[in-house]
Structures are given as C-alpha cells and as structure tokens.
C-alpha cells in the first residue's frame, strides 16, 4: 500500500492499553494499530472501530446455501427425473430438511471463512510487516502513525510517559506482499504486486 | 485485576502454578520446539504399522472384493458399519467440547478444546473410511455425489439417509477442519515469531498465512469463532441424527424406533468424551502440561461420562420397554430374544453392552474416583469398548435373524482384513495424534491467555484478596448505616 513512518511501544498489561488508547484518541493521534497476543475484548471499542459485519455476511451465504440446495432437489426431483418412489409425492420436502440444513451450514462455513481471510489478508506466502516479534507472544504492541499534524518526539514521550517499553520508530509498509517468513526478499519485483 | 472480579472464587483454578502470557507460550511451545521423545517414536512406529496393515487390508479387498469380508446376505452390514459408527460418534465429543461449551460460556473448555477437535477431525477421516471401502467398486465412489452426467442424467436418491449421510459426514468434516484451523492460526503465528531455525520460520509462516494480531483481525475472529460455534452446535447434533436415521428410517426391527437420535447423539458424546479422556491423559502426562489440563478437567469429563452414560441406559431401558408395550411379535423378537437372552448366539455382547456402558460408569458418582487418573483411564477405554458393542449389538442382532428363518445366518465372525481394516483406522488415527502433538500447539495459547488472568491460580489469589475486601468493607458500611 504506502510507506509509512510509525512510532511503536509495547505493553504488558491490557489495563494499560486502554488507559494509552484513550489518551492517544484524546490527543488526536493517529492510531495505525494494537497487534496483541490474545483477544482483548472490548479494545476495538476502546480504539473507536466500528463492529464487525462478518455474522451478517454469514447469514446471507447461509440462506443462499437454502436457496441452491431446495431449488436444486425440487428441480431434479419434479422436473429433470421425477422418480416414482412408492407413489408418494415428488416434491418431498420434509425428505430434504436433512440436506438443506447441511448445505446451509456448509456454505456459511466456509463462506464466511473465505471472508475473513479476505478481510484481513491471510493466505499463505502472503507476508506483513511485524512491529514486535512478541506481540504473538506476551506484549500489546501499539502502534501510532506520524503524520503531517503529529510530531514524532513528542509521540515517543507520549509512550515513555505511560510506561511503555522499547519505544522507538520505524518506517514499513503498511500492506501486505508475497514473501516468506525466512527470507527478507520479496516473491516477486514491486511492480508485479499491488495490494 | 479488579475488572475481573466476577470470576467465583468457589471455582478451581483452571491454569495451575503462577504463570504470565509469556510463560504459557513457553510451556505450550516447548513440545513442539524440542526434539520427539524416545517415546514418541515408538507409539509413532506402531501407530504407522498399523496404518500400514490397515492399507494391505484394503488392498485385498479391493482386489478381491468385499467377499474377502465375512459379510453376506443376510449380515450385509457387520464391522464394517459398527466401526463407521463408533468412529463418527467419537468424533462428537471434539465438538460439543469447541462449539457447545463456548455458547455456554465453559472456561474450562479452553484447555482441552484443540486437541478434542483434533481428535474429531482423525475420527472423522477414520469413519469415512468404511462406507467408502464397504463400496466394493471403490473406483465409482464419486457416484454418491449428485452431478449432471451421462447416465440419464441419472441423480443421486435425496430421499434416502444413506445421502443424507453423505452431506453430513462431508459437512461436518469441513467445517470442524475449518473451525479448527481458524483458530490455530494465532497460535502458528506465535510458533513462527520465535522460531530460531529457518525451516521452521518457512513452516510456521506459511502455516500462519501472515498472522500479526491486529485489533480489527482478533474482533473478526471472535466473531467468526462464535458463528461457526453457533453453525457447529446443530450440525453435530445432526450429523449423528442422520446417522441413527440409516436404521431408524428402515423397517427392520430393533432398528425401527423413533428414540435413535437422542439415544445416538447422547452415545456419540458418552463414547467421545472417554476417547477425549484416554488421549489427554497420556498427552498432559508425556508433555508435562498438568497445569494446563487439570484434575478439574478431568473430573468435570468424567461428570459429563455419567450424565449421558445414564442418558444412554436409559435409552436402553426404554427401548426394552416399549419392545415389550408395543406388542410388536417381530420388535418383540429381536429384542426379548436376540438381545436380552444371554444364550441367544449374540446375547453376551448386550450384556457386555450393558456392563460397560451403564453399570461401570456409575462408579463417577464418587468424587474420589472421578478425581482418580488410573480409574479414568480405565473407565475411558471400558466405555469405548461398549459403545463398540453397542454399535455391534444394534446392527447385528437386529439383522441376522431375518424374517424368513430359512435366511438366518450362521455365526458371524469377522475375517483377518475386517478386524485388519479396523486396526488400520487405529493406525490412521493415532499417527494423526502423533503428528499432531509434535507439531501443533496441543494447548490453544491464546485462548489460555485469554482465561489467564481470570482462571490462573496465581491470579485467582490476587482476585481473592480483592474481594474478601470488599466484602468487609461493604459489612462494615452496612453495619455503620444501621447504627
């Protein structure tokens, strides 16, 4: 995506996460992040991020999993190859609630997995810029963007002020590229990827 | 930790000795970092021996057909479906522990999930195995799957629960697989972030499709974790309806009985949790993680181990009963006679159902015992050799005396590639664990990090000077407000 300068601190409380987020929010930083090891409820609200509608796009490949599974059985079954099963009636529905209901979850399932590793690009040999190799670890590692209106030494005392550990700067790119994570190299020259 | 005072004091802790974040990735990481064990190789050689076995077994049977089974007429269905079953239904205990333990907020689910739903995912792949080779012609296995093709287009029967089968045991395969591996993505990207060795750096990268812990992304797997729990819970109480459906929807008698779904769902979870039991015990042991899965843990599967044990005998004593109520000569028969009379041919294994599925694990009433690791132990493996004959006894007894005397059979006992098959499924599933426990986080790490701080023991001590506190603190304001 773009380059990016950024100052980063790390944690190890979540209490003192929400305390630094709210005040950097307060100030009018510009939070680029918070990588953190484990779940932390309540820190997208904290940061300001709005919910996620990943349980509605759920709902919607699970009713379309109904759809294609009922209209698919009543065609075959009434229309392309109506079977004489005993004189009962082709159009069987309560017959096909096991199948509906297996496709429904099916599709859901997997759709919903194929969108969250869209959403948040995961794939494999797709490599990002890590800020703290212990943010998968034990440290809440915020991280918050310079811009034009920010000063970076003042976002640096910021950060000491509340205690954070190994503050300093770095300049990464903020998207994602083809790459391993043993080799720095990137999979292929810049101008064949764009993110 | 005042914000996380709601947690009882009067519950165990569920993370033992005082550990931080940074010590549990130590601990669960370390297996994995470390070279495998003598042990290790071991079990793992005999568990690929077997699995070889197992291959030569279906070698011969696809060479020489289902004939090199001793299936027949009238016992068209023997070992081979009585371990397609017993392997479904162990699967479900993988899921009630990841999925239904979740909606119902359980926090002692965190230590034992992952490996649970590993064992459910080489259960399933060991139950698939016998529809698929019980087949015969192997080779036109796609067949069970509706496809416009060249025969009519001739479509698969949706009607009949033998496909209903088909979408259920290949949806609740997917989706335990994908509800899985969403959640040990975290955990490989820990394993990556400290790896030393380049070939693990490689491994774990790829393993972890570039993890980096972002705020956004742990809020959309939270949700994800929830939805797929939500989507889990129905199916895999569907999943072994429609299996008890295969019997239940016939018109053979001792299969034709409303009561199989619950009475299946409630075995499935019996015969998983003691599978769950007998892999944990020796996993927490040999990896050193007792303070992760606990004597609580054990004590709380054992409690679950009664429950729908007892569900599960009442489920038989039930079906007696209405064999006997209904009046039904032909249900009457194959219960009265081939079942319940120890000197009918297969009366020995209903009872040996009996013994080892209801009387033995009553024993779980006694706290001591529950808390009893060689006990356990010993309980889990009776309970799955019952719930083997369980399978046994429904499919056999109800079949081998048919409606015209002149086609019952003669005893049925299996050939060496039957039980050779079988034994191969073992070896399918624990080279799978194998694999598993040296190479995979057994522990999910950052749902333990998760409860930590509310379940860990050093925690919970804190948590206990806080809030005897404030309780003396409130006595006393009570007490100054009434003076």
């Known amino acids: 995506m773009a380059v990016k300068k950024f100052v980063v601190g790390c944690f190890n409380e979540e209490e003192q996460v929400f305390d630094a987020v709210k005040k950097a929010r307060k100030i009018g930083y510009k939070l680029h992040d918070v990588y953190t090891p484990l779940p932390v409820h309540g820190l997208d609200k904290a940061m300001g991020l709005r919910d996620t509608s990943i349980h509605t796009a759920g709902f919607i490949y699970g009713i379309t999993g109904t759809t294609i599974a009922l209209s698919c059985i009543a065609w075959i079954f009434t229309q392309d190859w109506p079977l004489n099963i005993g004189g009962k009636p082709h159009f069987a529905l309560p017959a096909w609630i096991p199948i509906m209901f297996e496709f429904t979850v099916l599709c859901a399932a997997v759709g919903m997995v194929l969108t969250f590793c869209y959403l948040c690009q995961l794939a494999p040999f797709v490599r990002k810029h890590h800020f703290h190799p212990r943010a998968t670890d034990d440290k809440m590692v915020m991280v918050i963007e310079v811009t034009p209106k920010s000063d970076e030494s003042e976002i640096t005392g910021f950060l000491n002020t509340l205690k954070a550990e190994d503050v300093n700067t770095q300049i990464a790119e903020t998207g994602w590229w083809l790459g391993r994570y043993d080799r720095e190299q990137k999979l292929y020259s810049d101008e064949t990827v764009s993110a | ?483």
């Open chain 2, 1 to 483: 930790m005042a914000s996380f005072k709601y947690e009882s004091q009067v519950r165990a802790p569920l993370v033992d000795g005082s550990k931080d974040y940074h010590q549990v990735t130590e601990d669960i990481v370390r297996p994995i970092e470390a070279p495998p064990s003598r042990a290790w190789w071991i079990g793992f050689v005999i568990s690929v021996a077997l699995l070889l076995f197992g291959v030569y077994s279906i070698y011969r049977e696809v060479t020489y057909g289902v004939g090199q089974w001793n299936l027949h007429k009238t016992i068209g269905w023997g070992w081979d479906i009585t371990n397609f079953v017993w392997w479904v239904g162990i699967g479900h205990a993988g899921t009630l522990i990841s999925a239904i333990l979740l909606l119902f907020r359980q926090g002692w689910r965190t230590g034992v999930n992952r490996a649970a739903e590993a064992m459910t995912i080489f259960a399933v792949m060991c139950a698939g195995q016998f529809p698929i080779w019980h087949m015969g012609r192997v080779w036109m296995a796609f067949f069970v799957l509706p496809y416009p093709n060249t025969r009519g287009p001739l479509w698969v029967n949706f009607n009949s629960p033998l496909l209903w089968d088909v979408f259920a045991i290949s949806t609740y395969f997917t989706v335990s697989l994908l509800f899985w591996y969403s959640g040990l993505i975290p955990d490989f990207a820990t394993i990556r972030d400290r790896a030393k060795l380049k070939w693990r750096k490689l491994t774990y990268g790829l393993l972890a499709f570039g993890w980096t812990g972002s705020t956004k992304h742990w809020q959309r797997h939270e949700s994800l974790s929830l939805v797929l729990a939500g989507l889990s819970t129905p199916l895999v109480l569907s999943v072994h309806t429609v299996v008890s459906f295969d019997f239940a929807t016939s018109v053979v008698p001792g299969w034709h009985t409303t009561i199989f779904p619950p009475y299946f769902v409630a075995g499935a979870i019996f015969s998983g949790f003691a599978m769950v039991q007998t892999l944990l015990l020796v996993t927490r042991k040999v990896l050193a993680l007792e303070d992760y899965i606990t004597m609580e843990h054990i004590e709380v599967m054992n409690k679950v181990i009664v429950l729908t044990g007892s569900i599960v005998g009442i489920a038989y004593l039930t079906e007696l009963f209405i064999a006997w109520y209904g009046q039904n000569p032909y249900e009457g028969y194959a219960f009265m006679k081939n079942r319940l009379d120890l000197f009918s041919p297969y009366g020995w294994s209903y009872w040996l159902m009996m013994a080892c599925n209801v009387i033995s694990p009553q024993i779980f009433w006694f706290r001591k015992l529950r808390r009893n690791i060689v006990v356990t132990f010993f309980m889990s493996v009776i309970v799955n050799i019952g719930m083997w004959f369980e399978r046994f006894v429904i499919i056999v007894t109800s079949i081998y005396r048919d409606y015209i005397p002149s086609s019952w059979a003669v005893y049925y006992r299996p050939t060496i590639w039957e039980v050779g098959f079988y034994l191969g499924t073992f070896g399918l599933f624990f080279t799978c664990y194998f694999l598993f426990s040296k190479f995979f986080p057994v522990i999910a790490i950052a749902e333990i990090k998760h409860i930590l701080k509310k379940s860990g023991e050093s925690y919970k001590k804190e948590m206990g000077h806080v809030e005897k506190e404030s309780a003396d603190s409130l006595f006393h304001e009570v007490h100054a407000a009434h003076h």
